[in-house]
């Protein structure tokens, strides 16, 4: 039996399954940035990070040539990354935990060491690296975020639940400080996207993140693409470089964005984006450069998700540092920025904090729950009907709606 | 021959720390009563992956319990009846993984996903042309690790070994990911083939590099130090597969180190472990009678030495699998039993 000729298939690897990224100036010390990529969705303790990916976030400066409806920003050639590696453990720690040794490599070329699971972070080159388990700070009523989706109304409560309630994430932590890593750059607007990418002398692009839910919502099948109906764009979509999409799918990309997003649009009954002549949604372009926007220059804010994209589509300065923190509610913004265009009160899934709020300090993300909960892992699947299916099938959804 | 060490996967340790974590996760989801069934079936497969890379005949009975429970609690999701199926298969129940893939088809599972399911089945039954006719299209169409992989093992079993060997290359250079699980498991295969084919020096060089991608992959170790065992490396062979024979609940290896301790002249702990195998064997004998009539047969015409039953039990799996290898097993065990009886 142990010779069953069973093929082997692809296994997904939790150490480069990117969680979340968020990108904010630090609340506490001025002039720092803080890069934060969290990877392995429920983590526990024992997780650990992959000794053959590197865990990368890429900057590059942006400017906003013209506002209005459809603007889109201009990202520059300059690059400046920021790539983080890991090595197999060779030790224990006193509890018996194996213990890794990580290397963070700047734009400089310099490599700054730091050991995972260490709070102690000491500062070099104008980087402080941290590495390890830590609580996930996404925070969302998932149910009631994919009843939405699927049923194109919304259906959250006032008092929603968090799916997310307890789980755990291996997080990267990268704070910076500006001048010293970024001060060759013009300006003081960058885009930040984070990837995991193989090691090895041929890297390939694993995964990548840059706005929330771009990858599984607005290119998931919520079922009103006309143009690809099931296809399921994901695993192209990871492979592409944030920005440099290839042309082999745009046109497909394209499609999905403008009947999702239109579909979105419509949720409250009533057009906020109207499209164009040819059908293509005014945020088309905008999602299709997935990164986030962050202004240097500005001082932290807790809620500054999508603010400088809104004040770019409305054509007003932004007044916020943009980017997303650890305690923005990110999913609201989100919901509303794309319903309402900000015309209007703010959708909210009912959940505004997560299980514990990160922290203003070093290194922000809170300490892991020891106990933590069990995986959710309804929003796999790229039909949104399915995920709906999946979720009252596990009568975690009345049929009755 | 030297490979490339390309592509390079995580850790072995790593890989299976992190494989455990996940399984954690995933029972106490079941375990807090509210899993999916998505979560249900990405349990079974992530056991019955720890079974078949730890040696573990326990995880690989687990992952078959927990299929079962699955149909019954939810017969109207076609995934239920082919997470059950790929279980019925591992212990070689390949008529009710079919009919379990019917009912899945019927139920609306994704034509692809079973096609692919059914040609495993009817390469492991040995009508290698109805697997063909599914596994090159595939390729064909979609030429990614998974499709080629399969196609390179159905050539391989077709004895088709030129073809077998470009398809086991096209997989690995179409192998996207880093987890060292499915490329350990594409080496080991191919090692297998060679070691079917006598060429020893190359299933060593595949199943070498198995190990050196992850040591901790039993079946690899067990087939290594077979191979170090044929070279007269006894001391070595020995080295590897005790602690096999001790980690593990499958029979082979305790076979396998009575075989060469009782070679190199350890005739009492060759006898010892030669009687460990044979209660064992008994036992799953009872239980998964299709699944090990083969590996026992392996058992009785060695160490075993009693080649009528060899021969009893290498016809019954002849009966239920038509393959080359099972007809190979009749030939040698009747070979035996002609010689024993002269």
Redesign the interface.
């Known amino acids: 039996?142990?010779?069953?000729?069973?093929?082997?298939?692809?296994?997904?690897?939790?150490?480069?399954d990117i969680a979340d990224v968020y990108v904010f100036p630090s609340p506490s010390r001025p002039g720092r940035l803080v890069l934060v990529l969290n990877v392995?969705p429920?983590?526990?303790?024992?997780?650990?990070?992959?000794?053959?990916?590197h865990y990368r976030f890429r900057i590059r400066p942006v400017t906003i040539p013209a506002g209005g409806p459809g603007s889109v920003f201009e990202v520059g050639s300059d690059e400046y990354d920021i790539t983080v590696a890991f090595e197999?453990?060779t030790t224990t720690d006193e509890a018996g935990n194996?213990v890794q040794e990580g290397f963070c490599t700047l734009p400089s070329g310099v490599t700054v060491a730091f050991r995972a699971n260490d709070e102690q972070a000491t500062e070099a080159f104008g980087v402080r690296v941290f590495a390890g388990l830590r609580m996930d700070p996404l925070f969302i009523d998932g149910t009631g975020y994919v009843e939405t989706l699927a049923t194109g109304r919304v259906t959250f409560q006032e008092n929603g639940t968090n799916s997310a309630e307890g789980w755990n994430i291996l997080g990267i932590v990268v704070e910076l400080d500006v001048a010293t890593v970024l001060g060759q750059a013009a300006g003081t607007l960058f885009a930040v996207a984070a990837e995991t990418v193989?090691?090895?002398?041929?890297p390939?692009r694993?995964e990548r993140f840059g706005r929330v839910f771009v990858k599984n919502q607005l290119l998931g099948e919520l079922g009103v693409d006309k143009v690809n109906q099931d296809l399921d764009l994901r695993e192209l979509y990871n492979?592409e470089d944030p920005f440099e999409l290839a042309p082999d799918y745009l046109a497909a990309y394209r499609a999905r964005l403008n009947a999702n997003l239109a579909a979105l649009d419509d949720i409250d009954g009533k057009i906020d984006w109207p499209l164009r002549p040819d059908g293509t949604h005014p945020l088309t372009e905008l999602y299709l450069g997935d990164y986030q926007v962050v202004d240097v220059a500005k001082p932290y804010a807790e809620d500054s998700y999508l603010e400088i994209e809104q004040a770019m589509q409305q054509g007003r300065a932004h007044t916020t540092s943009g980017g997303r923190s650890l305690n923005d509610d990110a999913v609201d913004t989100t919901l509303t920025f794309n319903v309402t265009a900000g015309n209007g009160p703010r959708i909210s899934d009912g959940v505004d904090q997560a299980t514990v709020r990160a922290s203003d300090d070093f290194p922000y993300l809170a300490p892991p729950n020891p106990d933590?909960?069990?995986?959710?892992?309804?929003l796999?699947?790229s039909k949104v009907a399915d995920q709906l299916a999946?979720?009252e099938?596990?009568?975690?959804v009345s049929r009755s709606r | 021959m030297t490979i490339d060490s390309?592509?390079?996967?995580?850790?072995g340790?790593?890989?299976l720390?992190?494989l455990?974590?996940?399984i954690?996760?995933?029972v106490?989801?079941?375990?807090?009563g509210?899993?999916?069934?998505?979560?249900r079936v990405?349990l079974i497969e992530l056991i019955a992956?720890r079974g078949?890379l730890l040696?573990s005949?326990g995880d690989?009975e687990q992952a078959v319990a927990l299929a079962d429970d699955l149909v019954a609690q939810?017969p109207s999701?076609a995934r239920s009846f082919v997470a059950r199926a790929?279980m019925r298969?591992?212990?070689?129940r390949f008529a009710a993984a079919l009919s379990d893939l019917d009912t899945a088809a019927a139920l609306g599972g994704g034509s692809v996903v079973l096609d692919a399911e059914r040609a495993?089945l009817y390469?492991?039954l040995g009508r290698y042309d109805e697997a063909l006719e599914i596994r090159r299209p595939a390729a064909v169409a979609n030429p990614?690790?998974?499709t080629l992989?399969?196609l390179a093992?159905l050539h391989g079993?077709r004895g088709e070994l030129d073809l077998a060997e470009s398809r086991f290359t096209a997989a690995s250079r179409h192998?996207?990911?880093?987890?060292?699980?499915?490329?350990a498991?594409?080496e080991f295969?191919r090692g297998?083939l060679w070691i079917e084919n006598d060429d020893h020096g190359r299933a060593r060089t595949w199943i070498g590099s198995a190990v050196r991608r992850l040591p901790a992959y039993v079946?690899a170790q067990?087939h290594l130090a077979e191979l170090d065992a044929d070279r007269g490396d006894t001391g070595a062979a020995i080295a590897r597969l005790r602690p096999l024979a001790l980690s593990s609940d499958?029979p082979?290896y305790a076979t396998q180190v009575a075989r060469v301790l009782s070679d190199a002249g350890h005739t009492d702990e060759a006898r010892t472990w030669r009687d460990k195998a044979e209660a064992r064997y008994d036992d799953l004998l009872a239980d998964?009678y299709a699944?090990?009539a083969d590996?026992a047969a392996e058992f009785w015409l060695t160490v075993g030495g009693d080649s009528e039953r060899a021969l009893a039990l290498a016809r019954q799996n002849l009966s239920l699998r038509q393959t080359p290898r099972a007809r190979a097993l009749v030939r040698r065990a009747s070979s035996w039993s002609v010689a024993e009886h002269r």
């Open positions: 039996m142990t010779d069953h000729n069973s093929s082997p298939r692809a296994v997904a690897e939790p150490a480069i392995f429920n983590a526990r303790q024992g997780a650990l990070f992959s000794d053959a990916a197999a453990p194996p193989t090691a090895g002398k041929f390939l694993l492979s933590p909960a069990a995986i959710g892992g309804f796999v699947p999946a979720l099938a596990a009568g975690l | 390309e592509p390079v996967t995580t850790a340790a790593i890989a720390a992190n455990e974590v996940r954690d996760g995933y106490s989801r079941v375990d807090g509210r899993p999916t069934v998505g979560g990405e992956l078949q040696g005949i690989l939810v999701d790929r298969a591992v212990f070689h495993g390469q492991a990614v690790f998974s992989a399969a093992l079993e192998y996207r990911g880093t987890s060292p699980f499915p490329m498991m594409l295969q297998k079946p067990g499958d082979d998964h699944a090990f590996h």
